[in-house]
């Protein structure tokens, strides 16, 4: 989890890349940079990222500065067509594990447990076991975002988990503060747009 302060004045755009997407757009496995901050050049290298960072330097608004960044992304996913098979894995593997484990989700696809966690790592960045994790804890995240109240003990079973002292703990770990700690983060924190 990331947090950045945009400070008076300043403006960002911000892309989010759909699931498997990664190596495309920024020419290594996901699971090189997973987990760390890296420069725009580091995997670009300098002279895209100086035409990148002209053109949205150039921009009248957030509105076009989004529509510079989403055009240099679909530019570099028209070039990287070789990783598509690898990504339709990941992907129909993605789906399934909100609902089974590893091993049930590569029978289901036709693949060893070993190519599916290799393949998973490489595109997704996180193991395919860590990916479930993220789902269940973004299910029960938007649970809570939709109640007017949120009861943790009925959340944590509607979306998986053991009990409601798994949920809280799994908050804690993934976010640093509970559940309702972190509800009252996002519901305080201004939106950007």
């Given at each position: ?97 909100t609902s089974a484990n590893v091993n049930t ?89």
């Open positions: 989890m990331h947090r950045k302060l945009i400070r008076s004045g300043q403006r960002t755009v911000t892309a989010r890349l759909h699931l498997g997407s990664h190596e495309a757009v920024l020419g290594v496995p996901a699971s090189a940079i997973a987990g760390g901050i890296v420069a725009l050049e580091d995997l670009w290298g300098g002279a895209a990222t100086r035409r990148l960072f002209d053109r949205l330097g150039d921009a009248r608004s957030t509105a076009d500065a989004a529509a510079i960044l989403e055009s240099a992304i679909a530019e570099r996913l028209a070039l990287a067509e070789g990783h598509r098979a690898r990504t339709q894995l990941a992907l129909d593997a993605a789906e399934r594990l989700v590569a029978v289901d696809i036709g693949v060893s447990e070993r190519h599916l966690r290799r393949v998973f790592r490489e595109t997704v960045g996180v193991s395919p076991k860590a990916f479930a994790r993220l789902a269940r804890f973004h299910r029960a995240l938007r649970a809570a975002l939709k109640a007017d109240h949120a009861s943790w003990g009925s959340i944590a079973a509607e979306v998986g988990y053991y009990d409601q002292a798994h949920l809280i703990a799994e908050f804690r770990a993934i976010t640093g503060v509970t559940p309702q700690g972190f509800l009252g983060e996002l519901r305080a924190a201004p939106l950007i747009g």
